[in-house]
C-alpha cells in the first residue's frame, strides 16, 4: 500500500485539481498493466498489486459518508472496485494478457470521465 500512497502523494504536488490526480493515478496503472501484458511473474504481480492498491485508495474514499459525490456514484464506482478486486485475483490465477483488458479498460475509462472527455 505504500507505493500507491507514495506515488498518490507524488502526483498530488504536481497537479492541481484532485480528478487531475485520480486522473494520472488510474492512467498511470493502466500503463503499468499495459506493459505487464503477456509477462509473467513480478512484472505482472507488481502491476496488478500497484493497481489494487490504488482501488483500495479510491474505494476508501468514496465509501467515507463526507464524500460530496452522489451515492448513486459512490456505489457505481464502489461497485467497480470490487469488479477490480475480482478480477485481480482472475489475472493473477490465470494470467493470461484477456485478463488484464477489462482493467485497463477502467482504468482508461474512468480517467477520461474525471477529465471530462470520451474515451
Known amino acids: 500500500m505504500k507505493s500507491a500512497a507514495k506515488a498518490y ?10 480528478r487531475e490526480l485520480e486522473a ?11 506493459a505487464a501484458k503477456g509477462l509473467k511473474g513480478e512484472p505482472l504481480y ?4 500497484h493497481n ?3 482501488w483500495v485508495l479510491l474505494l ?4 467515507k459518508n463526507e464524500n460530496p ?6 456505489q457505481n464506482i464502489a461497485n467497480l472496485g470490487l469488479f477490480v478486486c ?23 475509462e474512468l480517467a477520461a470521465g474525471l477529465l ?4
Request: avoid cysteine; charged fraction near 20%; proline fraction near 6%.
Open 116 to 119: 471530462g472527455r470520451a474515451a
Open 86 to 108: 475480482k478480477q485481480t485475483i482472475n489475472a493473477l490465477i490465470d494470467p493470461k494478457p484477456d485478463n488484464l483488458v477489462s482493467l485497463i479498460n477502467i482504468n482508461r
Open 9 to 18: 502523494g507524488a502526483v498530488a504536488n504536481k497537479t492541481s485539481h484532485p
Open 60 to 63: 476508501g474514499t468514496v465509501t
Open 24 to 34: 494520472s493515478l488510474l492512467l498511470d496503472a493502466a500503463s503499468r498493466l499495459q
Open 46 to 49: 507488481d502491476a496488478l498489486t
Open 52 to 54: 489494487r492498491k490504488l
Open 69 to 74: 459525490l452522489d451515492l448513486p456514484i459512490r
